[in-house]
């Protein structure tokens, strides 16, 4: 292809493109550079045109960049000069524009300038962090020992000065029964785990300001606080105090105010009928006085919005005082977010007249939205955390997104890290490997932070072969960075749902037991620390299952020393009969506690365990012959056994064994579904068993063992 279709490419592109000659003194300094070619979207960006400036300078173009802070000749120069390749975003000065920008030289004395325009995405950050500000006009935190800890207002809105404030109990800032309330607003609000509010007089004398106080009690971690946000709710409470005559006082309020009022008649029949609405309603809703004196809800909103409306109105009357609550109406003026209140008017006892007062919160609760938003993100690493990962997980569990791959990723060392060099080191380790993480994954790729040590991505639309090439970038891409403490290593697994049947937890399932595989492969250190571990949830997560470990152990050891075992082979005997269930962790505890029969795929999840106990065990080189006497342990000597249906001498003698010891042990203890049997039962069990299900050697041995000595 000639040069024109890749230079039509170059101008067609939404990234801004520049090449430029940089200008050095004698000394060899940058000191001006001179614009050699641009495209369209430079021209878009900038306000300048490519053809007017096209081998003029900059400082001929903009003199003012001169005195720019920041030294964009400079930066620019060294690029040229020494080939380096920097990236960063800048306020340019002379544009009165953000820039995102990267630079990089295709040869000596030459630089490129790739750049979008990022001044209303700076506009958007600025803007969010000034969201709690404009949500309420103060805004307290206080902890549980009722100490104010921060304020968020402008210092002329507060009754006292903010270094006051702060450090603060409740009852020194508020005194008598203010303060009292906001106490029992506080207990309330702990109690109720919900927002609470309360209105009250202003505490300053000769200040008839009302205030409406909003607090919530925030548990999230380690931090537990309230927050209250104040509103000052003034004109609303003088609205409610005025409105009671529907005179004077009340044309001056209702046409005064900049919420949208209207008058709402009710009829004897309960039904609704409007009245009237005042200047901002009429502005802000687009339903002029004419359209709305006379209507009910529906003729005037329509069926639909004209039941919640009146459901509404009915409480308003039902709880005779006035309510206040948040709606979304569609109206001429689009849909918009109201905050209303719905004030009831008496006339000699009965409710003739509701007085409504919506205020427009569209924006405000989409900045609301925004906070939502920062929610989902882990603090440490900017990732997704564990919230947004369940709710993402739901809405991408559909058939449309098959097949949807898991992919579960472990920290190796997090802990050994964080107990040798301190959680700073911790913490540098877990942002490293978010960083590689979401350079390494596509951007349709959700990755979020599920745990101290866990990470877990979900993968739309994406097949096994695909996902093992993702978990292997992860992995290698893991390796190749460092840190200050021990070298980065992750451990991968994955899973695919490739059928809308399959239940996605049991994707989570595997692809976190193909990690812990993974994770015993790393080094042997770490994979003995991590049989220990697995042996520990084990033994939390199966009621008895550490007591009968280390019994089976015990019964091992003795056996194996009256068959004829030496010392050392007996001692080793004695740890396989204590790891011979490992492979239970991954098996639901409650099939473990289930009193009726077992269905047959928690049968068949039972089976499973010597398999998933000999691949974990098989992973570890110490282990790896332990694996054979695990993965045999359920073998009988006539063949009737699992998982490969072994019988008589094939079945290796430890496995033998580990079974009579483990049959016996377990016959001698309550179950879910069975009384223990005594000891004599139990041997008479294993009497009848010989020869079936039992090496009868070794069962006539460890029935005479345990007669001569039961301990």
């Not at 549980?144 to 903010?162: A, G, H, T």
């Not at 979401?438 to 932070?449: E, T």
């Not at 695990?630 to 496995?655: F, Q, R, T, V």
Request: hydrophobic share 35%; net charge negative; glycine share 6%.
């Amino acid at each position: 292809m000639d040069e024109n279709f890749y230079k039509n490419i170059v101008n067609l592109s939404p990234v801004g493109y520049a090449l430029h000659r940089i200008v050095l003194n004698d000394a060899g300094e940058p000191v001006d550079y001179v614009y050699l070619e641009a495209n369209r979207a430079f021209e878009s960006f900038t306000g300048l045109d490519v053809d007017k400036i096209r081998g003029k300078s900059v400082t001929e173009i903009l003199p003012e960049i001169i005195y720019d802070e920041y030294n964009w000749i400079a930066e620019y120069g060294k690029v040229a000069i020494e080939g380096k390749e920097i990236e960063f975003e800048q306020y340019s000065q002379p544009l009165h524009k953000w820039y995102r920008v990267k630079a990089l030289s295709p040869g000596i004395g030459l630089f490129i300038t790739y750049f979008t325009d990022i001044t209303e995405e700076m506009k958007n950050l600025e803007q969010k962090t000034t969201i709690l500000s404009v949500l309420n006009e103060i805004v307290f935190e206080i902890d549980e020992d009722l100490v104010f800890i921060n304020v968020i207002s402008d210092e002329n809105k507060l009754f006292y000065p903010k270094d006051k404030i702060l450090g603060s109990r409740i009852s020194d800032v508020l005194s008598g029964k203010t303060g009292e309330k906001f106490i029992e607003l506080l207990k309330r609000a702990k109690q109720s785990k919900s927002k609470v509010n309360l209105s009250y007089l202003s505490p300053i004398e000769g200040d008839e300001r009302w205030f409406r106080a909003e607090a919530k009690y925030i548990e999230f971690r380690n931090i537990n606080k309230y927050v209250v946000g104040i509103q000052d709710i003034t004109n609303q409470k003088r609205a409610e105090d005025d409105l009671k005559s529907i005179r004077d006082e009340y044309r001056k309020v209702f046409h005064g105010t900049q919420d949208s009022m209207f008058l709402i008649e009710v009829k004897k029949d309960d039904s609704f009928r409007y009245m009237r609405n005042n200047l901002a309603h009429r502005k802000n809703t687009g339903i002029s006085l004419q359209e709305l004196r006379g209507k009910t809800p529906k003729e005037l909103l329509g069926e639909e919005a004209a039941i919640i409306v009146e459901g509404n109105y009915r409480r308003c009357i039902k709880e005779k005082t006035t309510i206040v609550y948040e709606e979304t109406l569609k109206l001429k003026t689009g849909t918009r977010v109201w905050n209303t209140s719905l004030t009831p008017v008496f006339q000699e006892g009965k409710i003739s007249y509701i007085v409504g007062s919506s205020h427009d919160i569209t924006e405000k609760k989409q900045r609301q939205l925004e906070i939502e938003y920062l929610s989902y993100r882990d603090q440490l690493t900017g990732l997704y955390n564990r919230r947004f990962f369940e709710e993402e997980l739901k809405r991408l569990d559909t058939p449309r997104n098959l097949p949807l791959s898991i992919a579960m990723v472990d920290v190796n060392g997090l802990k050994l890290a964080n107990d040798a060099f301190g959680h700073e080191s911790g913490d540098e380790m877990l942002i490293k490997i978010a960083e590689v993480m979401k350079r390494l994954c596509r951007a349709d790729d959700i990755i979020s932070r599920i745990g101290g040590d866990e990470f877990i991505v979900l993968l739309p639309k994406t097949d096994a072969s695909e996902t093992k090439k993702i978990a292997e970038r992860i992995s290698e891409g893991v390796k190749n960075e460092t840190t200050a403490a021990i070298p980065l290593s992750v451990s991968c697994g994955f899973s695919v749902k490739v059928s809308a049947d399959k239940d996605i937890s049991a994707v989570i399932k595997k692809a976190e037991e193909r990690m812990y595989v993974e994770k015993l492969r790393e080094s042997p250190k770490l994979k003995l620390k991590t049989i220990q571990i697995i042996m520990r949830e084990l033994h939390r997560s199966i009621n008895g299952e550490r007591d009968h470990s280390q019994n089976v152990g015990d019964i091992c050891e003795r056996l194996a020393i009256e068959i004829g075992f030496n010392k050392q082979d007996a001692r080793y005997m004695r740890y396989a009969g204590y790891m011979h269930d490992i492979g239970k962790v991954g098996i639901d505890s409650k099939i473990f506690e289930k009193e009726g029969k077992l269905t047959e795929e928690e049968w068949l999840a039972i089976k499973r365990h010597s398999e998933t106990g000999y691949r974990i065990m098989s992973s570890v080189n110490q282990y790896a012959s332990m694996a054979d006497y695990i993965l045999s342990h359920h073998e009988k000597w006539d063949g009737s056994g699992y998982p490969a249906g072994m019988k008589n001498d094939s079945i290796p003698i430890e496995s033998r064994i580990i079974s009579i010891a483990d049959a016996y042990h377990a016959m001698t203890q309550n179950r879910s579904y069975r009384n223990a049997m005594t000891s004599e039962e139990a041997l008479e069990e294993i009497q009848n068993c010989k020869g079936s299900h039992f090496d009868p050697y070794i069962a006539d041995v460890f029935i005479e063992m345990i007669k001569e000595n039961p301990a």
